[in-house]
């Protein structure tokens, strides 16, 4: 894929298309405190998705990702920029958003125990999205539960089980089934292995990877960790301080990044070879001593205060997009002056 400067990452992308995308959580007051100054939580943000996608959103706690997520379901209103998804302008929507859109975007989140409610069995939980979507009642509905149930890998009994009787794994596939029940095109992915042991979130990746096969639903799939995203993504973005900073073919990100903070990111994967584990350990510790504190510069790279390479440039202006070989674009002042290649750094 031949990206030019300032492009899009997906040329074409028909199932997502977020522009300019800016959040600003304003400084709140209450009777006891005041939280003083807005915190910009997502600063002119672009994505592109295609039908049957996966693209992994990445960065580090605090980067901004579960706020794009909401926004692009529509769980928050954005400060500006506009999102198209499922052929839906999101702001267009008033108060309600359409019953439509909700059927369309789905989502899946870190805690299934808190998203499942309570009170209710399996069984009910996936029957009640097919009642409200679908209108589904009685034998025709009780199949399509055993259908669901049957196609994230769990056995008929969990349908008489409450959330809290099953494993986090099993608890995530519920989660998943009950995406699935309305037939999304898209699915939001936020964190959705984090919570799990690393066995259990190869099982789930899996999984996904599965339903997407067989129903060609796209993912879009927040998370910290590259090594969880590597494997399930065809693309990444990588996130930082409210900013994407470099987006690109998962392969590409992975074995040769072109953003620092991507490469700080990837040191963070621990690497089979002795040598590289020691370089890693190096660039951890010098990320921690470095973790940024207060608000997101208000001008340049927000990456520049950790950054090894930095120049005086870098705490000027945030760096226009420049595409990089092997696909994918990054915005670093390092790479200004297009095509390139990671290793000229
Ligand atoms: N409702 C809110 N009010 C004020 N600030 C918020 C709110 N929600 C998020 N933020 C702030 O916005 C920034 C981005 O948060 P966000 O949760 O989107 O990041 P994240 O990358 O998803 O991190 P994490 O994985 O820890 O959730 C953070 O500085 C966070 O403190």
């Known amino acids: 894929m031949t990206i030019m400067k300032g492009s ?81 302008a999101v702001g267009a929507f008033g108060r309600r958003v359409p019953l439509e859109y909700r059927r369309a975007v789905q989502a899946v989140f870190q805690d299934p125990l808190g998203s499942l409610d309570p009170t209710k069995v399996i069984g009910d939980i996936l029957a009640e999205p097919l009642a409200v979507h679908f209108g589904l009642r009685g034998t025709e509905r009780d199949r399509r539960v055993a259908t669901l149930l049957d196609q994230v890998g769990l056995a008929g009994h969990h349908l008489r089980r409450y959330p809290y009787e099953l494993s986090g794994g099993q608890r995530q596939r519920v989660s998943i089934a009950r995406a699935l029940a309305v037939e999304p095109k898209l699915i939001i992915l936020d964190e959705p292995v984090s919570a799990l042991d690393v066995s259990v979130q190869s099982q789930v990746v899996n999984l996904l990877e599965d339903v997407q096969e067989r129903t060609g639903v796209a993912y879009l799939f927040v998370a910290h960790d590259l090594a969880v995203v590597r494997h399930a993504c065809d693309r990444i973005a990588v996130m930082y301080r409210s900013r994407i900073v470099e987006e690109g073919p998962a392969d590409r990100i992975c074995e040769a990044p072109a953003h620092p903070y991507t490469e700080a990111l990837l040191a963070a994967v621990p690497d089979p070879d002795p040598a590289r584990q020691r370089i890693q350990r190096t660039r951890r510790r010098e990320m921690r001593a470095t973790a940024p504190v207060g608000a997101v510069p208000a001008a340049g790279c927000p990456f520049a205060s950790r950054c090894p390479h930095r120049m005086p440039v870098c705490t000027e202006s945030f760096p226009d997009w420049s595409p990089v070989t092997g696909g994918g674009r990054v915005a670093c002042h390092l790479h200004s002056g297009s095509p390139t290649t990671p290793e000229e750094t």
């Open 8 to 88: 899009s990452a997906a040329a074409g992308a028909d199932l997502l298309r977020v522009r300019n995308l800016t959040v600003t959580f304003a400084g709140r007051r209450s009777a006891t405190w005041r939280r003083p100054g807005a915190v910009v939580a997502v600063n002119d943000l672009d994505l592109d998705l295609t039908s049957g996608e996966t693209l992994g959103l990445v960065g580090e706690s605090g980067s901004g990702k579960s706020t794009t997520a909401r926004a692009i379901l529509r769980l928050l209103r954005p400060s500006g920029g506009t999102i198209e998804a499922a052929g839906f």
